[in-house]
């Protein structure tokens, strides 16, 4: 079956009077030839009704067949003297047409929340730069702070990146004088910065 709607062969939209209360009472018990007459007979105007509902031709297709998925196996529970065959099976796709419009809505809402949630924050880079200006603006006055040998080992070991075996080696110092020097030096830029332990 086509999903794309034939027209009757007058080219009209059937109505309940031809028929389609007989073809339904077919389909319910089980004739796939009724069906087959009933979904030509009706669904160009289904399919219709779908696309002025969701706006979109690939879900108003999908939405006409969950609707004809839904007429054969729902078909037993039509009553025509609660009305006639074309109004119940409107009625069916306009409900699944306003559900997927709905389901739509709501991934679209679920799709902005997250990309609010997951969007990177902007962030004042003039602002951070200054503050990391300062902070070595700091830190440079207190090195003056420190005696000379604390100076030059903590230089080499923070500022140069040497290890404290190297910075020994170019001081010629012991490996623990080294470390000393490095250690008293950096307790009294934590005095003079004032850094809480």
């Avoid at 409900?95 to 809505?105: E, G, P």
């Avoid at 902005?112 to 003039?126: A, F, G, K, L, N």
């Amino acid at each position: 079956m086509s999903i794309f709607p034939p027209r009757s062969s007058a080219g009209t939209v059937p109505t309940s009077g031809d028929g389609l209360e007989e073809l339904l009472a077919r389909c319910a018990r089980g004739d796939q030839d009724a069906f087959a007459r009933l979904y030509d007979a009706t669904s160009a105007r289904l399919y219709g009704l779908a696309l002025r509902v969701v706006r979109n031709p690939a879900h108003a297709e999908e939405v006409t067949q969950e609707a004809y998925l839904e007429i054969w196996r729902t078909s037993a529970r039509f009553d025509p003297g609660r009305g006639n065959a074309i109004s119940w099976l409107m009625t069916i796709t306009h409900r699944r047409a306003v559900d997927r419009v709905r389901s739509a809505s709501a991934a679209d809402r679920r799709d902005d929340v997250y990309e609010q949630r997951t969007r990177p924050r902007p962030y004042d880079v003039t602002a951070e730069d200054a503050h990391r200006s300062l902070e070595a603006h700091r830190v440079r006055k207190a090195l003056q702070q420190l005696t000379e040998t604390q100076r030059k080992a903590v230089e080499l070991a923070y500022l140069g990146g040497y290890t404290h075996t190297e910075v020994a080696s170019l001081l010629d110092l012991p490996l623990g004088t080294a470390k000393t020097r490095i250690r008293d030096g950096l307790i009294r830029l934590r005095d003079t910065m004032g850094v809480e332990r």
